[in-house]
Nanobody, 116 residues
Framework: VQLQASGGGLVQAGGSLRLSCLAS????????VSWHRQAPGKQREWVAS???????NYADSVKGRFTISRDNAKNTVHLQMSSLKPEDTGVYYC???????????WGQGTQVTVSS
């Protein structure tokens, strides 16, 4: 499975960005795609996830501001980020986890910078 993350950029506080994660390769029909982020000098943290049944979960820090969704026809998962804050700055990674064999794969990351 290969993952390609895109959509990052520089935005002012209060702005919005939409990240996309395109999956290709041997994709199982039962899976979870999640977004994680890593700020400079900090550990990578989980942000949001969506299952193949469209069940979603969010970290408390982004709940109400971020929305994760998937387009199965295009093998793409989106992360719509609104009301962005400087503390949302970091490299955002998508992760694919198979529910069948528990294998997982990471995308290459996309930089999000929120200026104050």
């Amino acid at each position: 499975v290969q993952l390609q993350a895109s959509g990052g950029g520089l935005v002012q506080a209060g702005g919005s960005l939409r990240l996309s994660c395109l999956a290709s390769g041997s994709i199982n029909s039962v899976n979870t795609v999640s977004w994680h982020r890593q700020a400079p000098g900090k550990q990578r943290e989980w942000v949001a996830s969506i299952t193949s049944s469209d069940d979603t979960n969010y970290a408390d820090s982004v709940k109400g501001r971020f929305t994760i969704s998937r387009d199965n026809a295009k093998n793409t998962v989106h992360l719509q980020m609104s009301s962005l804050k400087p503390e949302d700055t970091g490299v955002y990674y998508c992760k694919y986890t198979s529910a069948i064999d528990t294998s997982y794969y990471w995308g290459q990351g996309t930089q999000v910078t929120v200026s104050s």
